[in-house]
């Protein structure tokens, strides 16, 4: 059965860090790209960050390039998403998938998300 599971939301105030972490179960996970998505209330969902299966390749949403860490575990089966400097646009619920390269198409597993509320 395949799992992916978020953990490390909260309500943090701007400028504040919080660490997403994504235990993933049930697949190979050092064969797959991990992603962390996220979607604020009436907005469509957007990608935030990528890391290839062997981390040698990481993207970033230009609009948390510098402020968020993305990384790998792949002895431990988990990513994780250091996220630095928030503002109250970081506010949604951010999810993480995973996808098989080349990740041409639809993500191959998603977790149930996890709430980050960025407020004073």
């Known amino acids: 059965q395949v799992q992916l599971v978020e953990s490390g939301g909260g309500l943090v105030q701007p400028g504040g860090s919080l660490r997403l972490s994504c235990a993933a179960s049930?697949?190979?996970?050092?064969?797959?790209?991990m992603t962390w998505y996220r979607q604020a209330p009436g907005k469509e969902r957007e990608l935030v960050a990528r890391?290839?299966?062997?981390?040698?390749?990481?993207n970033y949403a230009d609009s948390v390039k510098g402020r968020f860490t993305i990384s790998r575990d792949n002895a431990k089966n988990t990513v994780s998403l250091q996220m630095n400097s928030l503002n109250p646009d970081d506010t949604a619920v951010y999810y993480c998938s995973a996808c098989h390269p080349p990740c041409n198409g639809p993500n191959d597993f998603w977790g149930q998300g996890t709430q980050v509320t960025v407020s004073s």
């Open positions: 890391i290839s299966t062997r981390d040698n390749s990481r």
């Open positions: 049930g697949f190979i996970f050092s064969s797959y790209a």
